[in-house]
């Protein structure tokens, strides 16, 4: 069974920093990809950055692309984002996720199998 778990989300102040993180268990082999999506009130569920777990090859969003980044520590199975220069508007519950069967680099919200229950990010004002 496949579990995401995700942590790290916290009030900041606009300007700063903050690293969040997807434990993953349950998955049997280094092929798949781990995603990042964040759902703002009133808004849709978007992508943000995934990661190849076998490869560490990344593709994230362009309003990501200069403030976000995304790795992994493959030992501890972990995979990782720090947003640097928040803004408002990343106010949202993060949630990582999982593609399992035919993965790809994908941001799309449907090609990913197995979701966490996310961690809130509020970017003060």
């Known amino acids: 069974q496949v579990q995401l778990v995700e942590s790290g989300g916290d009030l900041v102040q606009i300007g700063g920093s903050l690293t969040l993180s997807c434990q993953i268990s349950g998955i049997g082999s280094d092929d798949f990809v781990i995603g990042w999506f964040r759902q703002a009130p009133g808004k849709e569920r978007e992508g943000v950055a995934c990661?190849?777990?076998?490869?560490?090859?990344?593709r994230e969003a362009d309003s990501a692309k200069g403030r976000f980044t995304i790795s992994r520590d493959h030992a501890k199975k972990t995979v990782f984002l720090y947003m640097k220069d928040v803004k408002p508007d990343d106010t949202a519950a993060y949630y990582c996720?999982?593609?399992?069967?035919?993965?790809?680099?994908?941001?799309?919200?449907?090609?990913?199998?197995?979701w966490g229950q996310g961690t809130h990010v509020t970017v003060s004002s």
């Open positions: 990661i190849w777990w076998d490869n560490g090859k990344t």
């Open positions: 996720a999982a593609m399992r069967l035919t993965p790809w680099l994908s941001l799309r919200t449907n090609d990913y199998e197995d």
